[in-house]
T-cell receptor, first 111, second 113 residues
Framework: KNQVEQSPQSLIILEGKNCTLQ??????????LRWYKQDTGRGPVSLTI?????NTKSNGRYTATLDADTKQSSLHITASQLSDSASYIC??????????FGTGTRLKVLA | AAGVIQSPRHLIKEKRETATLKCYPI?????VYWYQQGPGQDPQFLIS???????DKGSIPDRFSAQQFSDYHSELNMSSLELGDSALYFC????????????FGQGTRLTVV
């Protein structure tokens, strides 16, 4: 069964600190992996997209890694800001049409 | 840049009523996806369309139907609404290709009372 699991389920950090979110997937066939940020009640916004051959990709303070052998991905947030408080969702594209959503990590950044 | 437009943003319906949600994809995108997200849950895939044909089907109830029109916009029709249908309904669009982005709309919040 195609699954995308994320950890931790929720996370609270102080402003300015770094954090790392994990994503483990068992999806076949694998096309690519995306990290999305979703503010409450709003649509997910793409942060990064990782293909099979990519190991690391950065987007500002966000750095995503992908290990296709172990089927794991991580999203590292550097120097967190209050506006980073949101849900972070790992989404794996399987084949052409299917996107499988992870369980999400709810991040809360405190002043 | 143009984004995925969904309408309405909010909708309140009574049980057993019918609702129609609309999704206007990013120009030149040919694929549309519909997702349902219950409170505190991750989005569940409902159905997708590519070039106006259904391309994949997920956990869409039989009471729901959807289609993609010639201008690539899509509509999700929901009949005999139940309280459990209350959720945020997202539409996403992409241009066909293995590594293209899927862009999401802001969602329609449906409340069934």
């Amino acid at each position: 069964k195609n699954q995308v699991e994320q950890s931790p389920q929720s996370l609270i950090i102080l402003e300015g600190k770094n954090c790392t979110l994990q994503c483990n997937y068992t999806v076949s066939p694998f096309s690519n992996l995306r990290w999305y940020k979703q503010d409450t009640g709003r649509g997910p916004v793409s942060l990064t997209i990782m293909t099979f051959s990519e190991n690391t990709k950065s987007n500002g303070r966000y750095t995503a890694t992908l290990d296709a052998d172990t089927k794991q991905s991580s999203l590292h947030i550097t120097a967190s800001q209050l506006s980073d408080s949101a849900s972070y969702i790992c989404v794996v594209r399987s084949g052409t049409y299917k996107y499988i959503f992870g369980t999400g990590t709810r991040l809360k950044v405190l002043a | 840049a143009a984004g995925v437009i969904q309408s309405p943003r909010h909708l309140i319906k009574e049980k057993r009523e019918t609702a129609t949600l609309k999704c206007y994809p990013i120009p030149r995108h040919d694929t549309v996806y519909w997702y349902q997200q219950g409170p505190g849950q991750d989005p569940q895939f409902l159905i997708s369309f590519y070039e106006k044909m259904q391309s994949d089907k997920g956990s869409i109830p039989d009471r729901f139907s959807a289609q993609q029109f010639s201008d690539y916009h899509s509509e999700l029709n929901m009949s005999s609404l139940e309280l459990g249908d209350s959720a945020l309904y997202f539409c996403a669009s992409s241009f066909q290709g293995a590594n293209t982005e899927a862009f999401f709309g802001q969602g329609t919040r449906l409340t069934v009372v």
